[in-house]
């Protein structure tokens, strides 16, 4: 990269009308602003971020903010398209053929990093893809993580994000590392924030000295594992694509000195080095004079206090833009937001419509001081559990207990509970099962249509609430009494009904007379035919019988969905879609 001075006097004379915009989020980064704080949150694990301090300090801070997930890429699924992950048609095609049509499932699609990608038709409803028709650049740099199928030549795996719309992924990581990952080439590399700067200004500079506007997802492989710190002694030239010619050139501070100053500590170290790419940045932005036009979302891409868990300690994230035009320095936002928003809020600050449905709203008029009079259902999803914000109550919908990290689950008394609200006002930390006192029978059945309409895929239920939208910028977060509930005594993946009720009986499959008689996902996939599962296409928003495929051949079949709905000729066998090509 150029110079900062170099850069900045070749650029002087441009200036972009904007809207641009850089969505900066990191893996697994710890909550950092003291603001509304998620609860049992112990306090920042690090000296002072001051380029994180910096877009809150010029921005607003949101102090409800979601994850639509608790887990990386169902997450970020979300960010990239605006629409919950469990609407992916890879992971409703996955669950289909694993689970067909037992009771258990419900009809959920779930929702996993195994089952999350970008895949056919997907590919085709991202915010990148809406942007780059309206004539934007669109960069993608640092970690992907949303297709299946490993790649190993790099330029293999550049060709797989531009299918989702980019056009200039640069830095990329397409999964998660492990010790001792190796490049086509045999270069052992790792965590390398100053290639991903370098490269993702270079391409910002690009679009600028051509006028173009930018649309930029810059995503941190760090501070997740492996160990960022001990990556910093790995070659600098060292990344993925292979062994660069010469080490990148950033405004970065060197990785000695980023390492002396978290006092060799890892978890500090990994964190500073986070936020010296984001300065570097920010730097880089205001030398090609565009800082005052770009839109900065600062998030997390789920909780850490409870990560995997749709608990507030999985679910809350840190969330702060800088944006001139509308955010006022040092403002906060109470209202409920997702991370399934920023794309419609994107949308409605560039003034574009994407083809497609998009589940978000926009946050916009929130930034300009107007929160809106209602608030909409934000749903968070991991595996078949599912739990819903909105006004002062969350409400879980488990189907099967999420039992990865047990030491989180210990801190909740009820979370085996198949059905859980909460009053976040007076008890923020999640301790008191209101689902078990027959007072709030009404709020439960109330929630729990907010729950079904999700399920359905009904989006224009699910976006007629009418609950106040209660501000809680003075909520009591983690100070209730902690009852007894049900403990952590098995592996047990099985949720318990409430006491003192029967338990409910297995769903009886509704039978018409053949699976185009129903009309909703959730009908569908819980009836049968012929001895098999009905399946829905969310395309064509029709249930068929897998008995009415016609025998094609297979070889024929260009995406994965066609593929594992065809039938082999002269066989019962379902053809199946491996290394991106259809086969028998």
């Given at each position: 990269m150029l110079s900062k001075m170099l850069v900045a006097s070749l650029f002087a004379a441009v200036s972009s009308t904007g809207p641009n915009f850089m969505i900066f989020m990191a893996d697994d980064q710890q909550f950092y602003f003291d603001e509304s704080p998620p609860p049992k949150y112990s306090g920042r694990v690090v000296p002072e971020l001051t380029g994180m301090k910096r877009v809150r300090d010029e921005g607003a801070v949101f102090l409800r903010a979601y994850a639509s997930s608790v887990m990386c890429a169902p997450s970020r699924f979300s960010v990239l398209t605006g629409r919950y992950a469990s609407r992916g048609d890879y992971a409703i095609d996955l669950t289909q053929r694993q689970h067909g049509n037992d009771p258990v499932w419900d009809g959920r699609a779930a929702v996993s990093v195994p089952s999350t990608k970008l895949e056919d038709d997907d590919q085709h409803r991202t915010t990148a893809r809406t942007l780059q028709d309206a004539g934007y650049r669109t960069i993608m740099s640092g970690k992907w993580h949303l297709n299946g199928d490993w790649e190993k030549d790099y330029p293999g795996i550049v060709s797989r994000?531009?299918?989702?719309?980019?056009?200039?992924?640069?830095?990329?990581?397409?999964?998660?590392?492990?010790?001792?990952?190796?490049?086509?080439?045999?270069?052992?590399?790792?965590?390398?924030?100053?290639?991903?700067?370098?490269?993702?200004?270079?391409?910002?500079?690009?679009?600028?000295?051509?006028?173009?506007?930018?649309?930029?997802?810059?995503?941190?492989?760090?501070?997740?594992?492996?160990?960022?710190?001990?990556?910093?002694f790995l070659d600098e030239r060292a990344t993925p694509s292979g062994l660069l010619p010469r080490a990148p050139v950033t405004t970065m501070k060197s990785r000695a000195a980023i390492r002396a100053a978290g006092n060799d500590d890892p978890d500090i170290v990994s964190h500073l080095w986070v936020d010296e790419a984001l300065i570097a940045m920010i730097?880089?932005?205001?030398?090609?004079?565009?800082?005052?036009?770009?839109?900065?979302?600062?998030?997390?891409?789920?909780g850490m206090g409870a990560k995997s868990q749709i608990y507030e300690g999985g679910a809350r994230i840190l969330q702060a833009v800088r944006y001139p035009p509308l955010a006022v320095p040092g403002s906060v936002v109470s209202s409920v937001v997702s991370n399934v928003d920023i794309s419609a809020t994107i949308a409605d600050v560039a003034g574009v419509t994407p083809s497609y449905t998009v589940e978000g709203r926009s946050w916009k008029s929130d930034l300009q001081g107007v929160p809106s009079a209602t608030t909409v259902p934000k749903f968070i999803e991991l595996g078949m559990d599912r739990a819903v914000v909105a006004g002062r109550y969350k409400f879980f919908s488990l189907g099967v207990v999420n039992t990865k990290d047990k030491a989180a689950l210990g801190t909740y008394p009820y979370y085996n509970d198949?059905?859980?609200?909460?009053?976040?006002?007076?008890?923020?930390?999640?301790?008191?099962?209101?689902?078990?006192?027959?007072?709030?029978?009404?709020?439960?059945?109330?929630?729990?249509?907010?729950?079904t309409c999700h399920d359905d895929d009904i989006d224009a239920a699910c976006r007629l609430?009418?609950?106040?939208?209660?501000?809680?910028?003075?909520?009591?977060?983690?100070?209730?009494?902690?009852?007894?509930?049900?403990?952590?005594?098995?592996?047990?993946?099985?949720?318990?009904?409430?006491?003192?009720?029967p338990p409910s009986p297995p769903p009886t499959p509704p039978q018409p007379s053949t699976c185009s008689d129903f009309t909703t996902r959730r009908e569908c996939t819980?009836?049968?035919?012929?001895?098999?599962?009905?399946?829905?296409?969310?395309?064509?928003?029709?249930?068929?019988?897998?008995?009415?495929?016609?025998?094609?051949?297979?070889?024929?079949?260009?995406?994965?969905?066609?593929?594992?709905?065809?039938?082999?000729?002269?066989?019962?066998?379902?053809?199946?879609?491996?290394?991106r090509a259809c086969s028998c």
């Amino acid at each position: 990269m150029l110079s900062k001075m170099l850069v900045a006097s070749l650029f002087a004379a441009v200036s972009s009308t904007g809207p641009n915009f850089m969505i900066f989020m990191a893996d697994d980064q710890q909550f950092y602003f003291d603001e509304s704080p998620p609860p049992k949150y112990s306090g920042r694990v690090v000296p002072e971020l001051t380029g994180m301090k910096r877009v809150r300090d010029e921005g607003a801070v949101f102090l409800r903010a979601y994850a639509s997930s608790v887990m990386c890429a169902p997450s970020r699924f979300s960010v990239l398209t605006g629409r919950y992950a469990s609407r992916g048609d890879y992971a409703i095609d996955l669950t289909q053929r694993q689970h067909g049509n037992d009771p258990v499932w419900d009809g959920r699609a779930a929702v996993s990093v195994p089952s999350t990608k970008l895949e056919d038709d997907d590919q085709h409803r991202t915010t990148a893809r809406t942007l780059q028709d309206a004539g934007y650049r669109t960069i993608m740099s640092g970690k992907w993580h949303l297709n299946g199928d490993w790649e190993k030549d790099y330029p293999g795996i550049v060709s797989r994000v531009k299918e989702s719309g980019f056009t200039d992924p640069v830095a990329v990581y397409y999964e998660n590392m492990f010790e001792g990952n190796q490049a086509a080439d045999g270069t052992v590399y790792g965590h390398n924030l100053e290639w991903m700067v370098e490269s993702s200004l270079d391409a910002v500079q690009d679009a600028v000295g051509k006028s173009e506007k930018f649309y930029l997802y810059f995503a941190p492989t760090a501070p997740h594992s492996p160990s960022p710190y001990d990556d910093m002694f790995l070659d600098e030239r060292a990344t993925p694509s292979g062994l660069l010619p010469r080490a990148p050139v950033t405004t970065m501070k060197s990785r000695a000195a980023i390492r002396a100053a978290g006092n060799d500590d890892p978890d500090i170290v990994s964190h500073l080095w986070v936020d010296e790419a984001l300065i570097a940045m920010i730097d880089g932005l205001e030398s090609l004079e565009v800082l005052s036009t770009t839109m900065i979302i600062l998030c997390m891409d789920h909780g850490m206090g409870a990560k995997s868990q749709i608990y507030e300690g999985g679910a809350r994230i840190l969330q702060a833009v800088r944006y001139p035009p509308l955010a006022v320095p040092g403002s906060v936002v109470s209202s409920v937001v997702s991370n399934v928003d920023i794309s419609a809020t994107i949308a409605d600050v560039a003034g574009v419509t994407p083809s497609y449905t998009v589940e978000g709203r926009s946050w916009k008029s929130d930034l300009q001081g107007v929160p809106s009079a209602t608030t909409v259902p934000k749903f968070i999803e991991l595996g078949m559990d599912r739990a819903v914000v909105a006004g002062r109550y969350k409400f879980f919908s488990l189907g099967v207990v999420n039992t990865k990290d047990k030491a989180a689950l210990g801190t909740y008394p009820y979370y085996n509970d198949c059905i859980q609200l909460y009053d976040l006002v007076t008890d923020g930390a999640e301790q008191i099962n209101l689902a078990r006192e027959a007072s709030y029978s009404e709020v439960v059945a109330q929630y729990q249509s907010y729950i079904t309409c999700h399920d359905d895929d009904i989006d224009a239920a699910c976006r007629l609430s009418e609950i106040d939208n209660i501000q809680l910028a003075v909520a009591n977060f983690g100070n209730s009494e902690t009852q007894t509930g049900s403990k952590i005594t098995s592996e047990s993946e099985t949720c318990t009904p409430l006491p003192n009720s029967p338990p409910s009986p297995p769903p009886t499959p509704p039978q018409p007379s053949t699976c185009s008689d129903f009309t909703t996902r959730r009908e569908c996939t819980a009836a049968s035919c012929s001895g098999s599962a009905c399946e829905w296409d969310r395309g064509t928003g029709t249930c068929s019988c897998p008995d009415d495929n016609v025998p094609v051949d297979c070889t024929a079949l260009t995406t994965r969905r066609s593929c594992i709905a065809a039938t082999c000729p002269g066989t019962s066998a379902l053809c199946v879609w491996s290394n991106r090509a259809c086969s028998c």
